[in-house]
């Protein structure tokens, strides 16, 4: 069955088809090379055919690779014009922004404080929250799925966005109870740095890697014990012992449930929650909501 085929498979298929080089596309698409790879490698099995001949003297197209190009292309063409007449038929329709998230914002009210800024600015502005799963570091933003996001930094293809830092935060650690160093009042990293730790998927380096306090290792690589890929699977993880993970002090209410101890860690930095938007989104309702979150936060900086 080939009807499972994902655009953004068809879009990696497309990067790699016209760079002919796997490093390149994966720069261009702005994910790992082994992730972009492991995509691929993935079309090729729902396809039955290999796209691309590899081996030392590059990366060719094969017949099926051929043979797909263009459809791939003209799959892509028209979900972008699609997508395109339905943002621009929404917007004319409601003034809808579609604010995403991978975890709630929290934070003392700070989604209704900026709501309220912004609805005074737009009296007909309405938005809408989207729950979006944590393989997209953007939050929706890379494929147009949200107009602003909740996203945390560094982040991927930094230069296709802007953001408000809402939030600067120390990270915790969290661990099972049974575990050993559960005991102690408060850690520094270096009692970590051969613990297994839980790791976000591979979608890219930036966050995954800042997750892992990968710049506070000393080149010290992280032992990876599970990735997951939400609040549930990380709670399940860490009372199964599993492995570790950091947490924004923030987000301390979604994991600090029974069999689950939090603990103060020194020798990381902090982590930043910042509200994002793409560089060349020009709606007058996209910068007003980028500073009615600037306002919000302003007495705090």
């Known amino acids: ?18 760079e002919l080089h796997f490093t390149r596309a994966a720069e261009r698409m702005y994910v790992s090379q082994p992730a972009l790879s492991k995509q691929i490698r993935a079309l090729e099995r729902q396809l039955g055919a290999p796209l691309f001949d590899r081996d030392r003297q590059g990366v060719a197209l094969t017949a099926a690779g051929k043979a797909l190009l263009p459809h791939a292309r003209a799959v892509l063409a028209a979900w972008g014009e699609g997508h395109e007449a339905v943002r621009r038929a929404r917007e004319a329709a409601d003034a809808t922004l579609v604010i995403g998230m991978s975890t709630s914002p929290g934070r003392g009210g700070l989604l209704p404080a900026i709501r309220s800024r912004l609805t005074e600015a737009h009296p007909e502005a309405r938005l809408t929250l989207r729950q979006v799963a944590w ?5 929706g933003l890379a494929d147009g799925t949200t107009d602003v996001a909740f996203v945390w930094l560094p982040l991927a293809g930094a230069d296709r966005f802007r953001w408000v830092v809402v939030a600067a935060e120390p990270r915790l650690v969290a661990l099972s109870e049974a575990h050993p160093l559960a005991a102690r009042e408060s850690l520094d990293f270096v009692d970590l740095l051969d613990e297994p730790f839980l790791a976000l998927p591979d979608i890219g380096p930036e966050l995954r890697d800042h997750w892992l306090a990968l710049d506070c290792r000393g080149g010290r690589p ?16 860490l009372v199964g012992g599993l492995g570790i993970c950091l947490v924004a002090k923030g987000n301390v209410p979604l994991l600090a449930r029974e069999g689950v101890a939090i603990r103060p860690v020194s020798g990381v930095t902090p982590s930043r929650l ?22 919000v936060v302003a007495p705090e900086s």
């Open 1 to 18: 069955m080939t009807t499972d085929v994902h655009g953004r498979d068809l879009r990696y298929f497309v990067a790699v088809a016209e």
């Open 135 to 139: 393989d997209d570091p953007t939050a």
């Open 222 to 237: 992280p032992v990876i014990g599970a990735v997951i890929g939400g609040v549930d699977e990380t709670y399940e993880a």
């Open 274 to 295: 910042a509200l994002a938007w793409r560089a060349d989104d020009p709606r007058p309702l996209v910068r007003s909501c980028a500073r009615a979150a600037a306002e």
